[in-house]
C-alpha cells in the first residue's frame, strides 16, 4: 500500500476488508501479550461478549495544582462530580468544546494524572492508591495515541511503533511482522527509517496511532486522532479502532468532529460540558443528534 499526495492506492482492499486483515496479523501479539500478562484473557470474543465494567469513575475531581489545595480560595475544578463506568470491549466517543477537560479526562484515564478526590477503579483495582512500582505495569495495558504525538526523536519510524513490543520483552525475530503489517496499514512503509523531525504533522500522527495500537491493549486512548490527517485517513484509522474493538478492545476516542460520531455502529458518547459531563449514562442515539 502507498499514501501518496494525501490518497491511498495499491491496497486492492476496501477500508473494512483492510482493516480486519491487519486486526487479525495483529492477533500474534495480542496473544503474546496475553502470555506476558499485559493483554486480554483467554475467551473473550469482543463486543458480543457480556462485558464487564472495565474503568469506573466515583465522585471524581480534578483540580490543578496543589491536591490539598480546596479551601475556599482554591481555584475551580478542572474536572467535577464525575462518576461513570466503562464496560470492557464498548467503543466510546468523548465530546466537547475546546477546554471542557477532554483531555484532562483522558489523563486520568490512562494514569498520568491522579485526581484531587474521588476513587477511580481500572482492571478492577483502585487506581488512585496505586504503588509507584505497579504503575508502569498498568500504563502497559493502555494504548495512548497523545494529541501532540509523543514519538521519541531520536528513534526511527521503525523503532518508535515497535518500542512499546520491546518494553513488553517481544523477541526481534517476532517483532518485525506486526512492525512491517502496521507500516503498511498506515501508509509509511517508505519512511520506515526516517526520524520524527523528517516527518510531517500527518505522517507523525500516523506513526503515533501505529504504536498505540501494536499490542493490542486493553484500553485504547485517542485524544483528537484524526486531526492531523485527511478524511481518507481518518476514515481508516476508525475502520482499525473498530476492528480493535471487534477483538475486544475498549476505545475511548476524544474528538470534537461530530461527522465521526455516527461512523461506529453501537458506540456510546459521553459529553463534557466546563468539566461535567452532561450524560453520565453515556447513551448516544444512532445516528446520534447534533451537540449543541
Do not use: C
Not at 502470555?35 to 469482543?46: D, V
Not at 470491549?89 to 498520568?112: E, I, N, P, R, V
Amino acid at each position: 500500500m502507498r499514501f501518496t499526495s494525501g490518497r491511498w492506492s495499491a491496497t486492492g482492499l476496501e477500508p473494512n476488508k483492510h482493516a480486519a486483515r491487519i486486526g487479525g496479523k495483529l492477533e500474534a501479539a495480542r496473544a503474546f501479550m496475553r502470555k506476558r500478562r499485559y493483554g486480554h484473557q483467554a475467551g473473550e470474543s469482543g463486543r458480543n461478549h457480556v462485558m464487564a465494567n472495565i474503568v469506573q469513575f466515583e465522585n471524581v475531581g480534578l483540580r490543578y495544582g496543589t491536591e490539598s489545595d480546596s479551601g475556599p480560595d482554591a481555584g475551580p475544578e478542572t474536572l467535577s462530580d464525575l462518576s461513570f463506568t466503562l464496560r470492557s470491549g464498548a467503543f466510546y466517543f468523548l465530546t466537547g468544546a475546546s477546554g471542557a477537560g477532554k483531555t484532562s479526562l483522558l489523563k486520568l484515564l490512562y494514569l498520568a494524572q491522579r485526581p484531587t478526590r474521588g476513587v477511580i477503579r481500572l482492571f478492577g483495582e483502585d487506581a488512585v492508591v496505586l504503588s509507584r512500582d505497579r504503575l508502569p505495569g498498568f500504563r502497559r495495558r493502555i494504548g495512548v495515541v497523545f494529541q501532540d504525538f509523543r514519538l521519541v526523536p531520536h528513534l526511527s519510524t521503525w523503532d518508535n511503533i515497535a518500542l512499546p513490543l520491546r518494553v513488553a520483552g517481544m523477541p526481534e525475530a517476532d517483532i518485525e511482522q506486526p512492525v512491517r503489517e502496521m507500516l503498511a496499514w498506515v501508509g509509511l512503509g517508505d519512511r520506515a527509517d526516517a526520524r520524527p523531525a523528517t516527518l510531517s504533522g500527518g505522517e507523525q500522527q500516523r506513526v503515533a496511532i501505529a504504536r498505540a495500537v501494536i499490542a493490542r491493549p486493553e484500553i485504547l486512548v485517542a485524544d483528537e486522532p484524526t486531526g492531523n490527517v485527511d478524511p481518507d485517513m481518518a476514515e481508516r484509522l476508525l475502520h482499525l479502532f473498530e476492528s480493535l474493538n471487534k477483538l475486544g478492545t475498549t476505545v475511548v476516542v476524544a474528538t470534537h468532529d461530530f461527522h465521526l460520531l455516527g461512523r461506529i455502529p453501537g458506540a456510546q458518547m459521553m459529553r463534557l460540558d466546563r468539566g461535567r459531563l452532561l450524560d453520565p449514562t453515556g447513551s448516544l442515539r444512532y445516528p446520534p443528534t447534533r451537540p449543541e
